[in-house]
């Protein structure tokens, strides 16, 4: 039984009788948000009868996994030859390059051509970053100079990965605070431009949500759609957590669906979001 669901077992199997504050107290608490947190415990105290902690645990399960997003569709490339283009965004150590670089070699053992883009030009640090993970998986980067224009980084790693044929181009950008207004026009800039020479690109903007920061990463999700609409996530850190509820509400209120979900600091411990593993092993 995964972490969230034990604890809720625990809980509940230590009470007599089942204490609704307490139980809708702990529901918020995994991060599913107010409103599933509300349904479930009216649903088990509208059933009248005895109550275990098996029933509660039981109940909250399947309702969880109906408010999940379905197995996601393989990323695919484009028939036209272009490449598809994947923006990866959010705050401050959330995972983006580490998940950049799992997206890499997923879509590489897929049998798809990549190219990298490091578009992080505030730090020498994530630039060096990406540049090792790069080598290491041996798939082509294109850096910019120290501080270059972000977009424009994405925008000659664009052309080259249209030179070279790649079926994928992936650009890490900058952490940044879905606050600071002029750090979300720069990612809005970074979207324009992609999109300039094919319109349809980005074909993806993956907003990277640390699962342990909780309700947090709901707002983060509001203010990054609002900028530059969300084709979907990718939850880090679910290693042993038992976190990870968060992508819940989000796919109820943004209709955002979570992608992949990251398991690990290695380039293998990543996975393309399966809901029936996630409410059975993760959560
Ligand atoms: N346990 C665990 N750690 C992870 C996972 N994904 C990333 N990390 C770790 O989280 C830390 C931050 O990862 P980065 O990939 O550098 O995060 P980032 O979003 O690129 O950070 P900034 O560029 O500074 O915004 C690193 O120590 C990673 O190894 C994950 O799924 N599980
Ligand atoms: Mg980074």
Redesign the pocket.
């Known amino acids: 039984m995964a972490g969230f669901f034990k604890n809720l077992f625990n809980r509940f199997s230590s009470q007599p009788e089942i204490d609704w504050d307490d139980l809708e107290a702990s529901l918020i608490t995994g991060d599913l948000g107010p409103r599933l947190a509300v349904e479930i415990t009216d649903t088990l105290k509208n059933r009248g009868g005895k109550l275990k902690a098996d029933d509660v645990v039981k109940e909250a399960r399947a309702r969880v996994r109906a408010n999940l997003p379905g197995a996601s569709a393989p990323l695919a490339p484009q028939a036209n030859g272009m490449p598809t283009v994947i923006l990866m965004v959010?705050?401050?150590?959330?995972?983006?390059?580490?998940?950049t670089a799992k997206l890499a070699q997923h879509l590489t053992q897929q049998g798809h051509t990549v190219q990298l883009a490091a578009a992080?030009t505030f730090?020498a640090a994530?630039v060096e970053?990406l540049e090792a993970w790069s080598q290491r998986l041996n798939i082509p980067l294109l850096k910019g100079a120290p501080n270059a224009d972000p977009a424009a980084v994405c925008f000659d790693a664009w052309q080259k990965a249209v030179r070279e044929k790649r079926d994928f181009l992936i650009c890490?950008t900058?952490?940044r605070l879905h606050t600071k207004h002029n750090l979300m026009e720069e990612l809005k800039k970074i979207r324009r431009v992609v999109g300039r020479q094919d319109e349809t690109a980005p074909h993806e903007v993956l907003l990277?949500v640390d699962a342990t920061t909780g309700s947090n990463a709901l707002q983060q999700a509001r203010e990054f759609h609002k900028a530059v609409p969300l084709t979907g996530l990718i939850v880090?850190?679910?290693?042993g957590s038992g976190k990870g509820g968060i992508l819940v509400p989000i796919y109820r209120e943004l209709e955002v669906p979570t992608r992949f979900v990251?398991?690990?600091?290695t380039a293998d411990?990543f996975r393309p979001f399966d809901p029936d593993q996630f409410v059975n092993e993760l959560l």
């Open positions: 959010g705050v401050n150590g959330t995972g983006k390059t580490t998940s992080d730090r994530a970053q890490d900058a952490g990277v880090t850190k679910l290693d990251g398991l690990g600091e411990a």
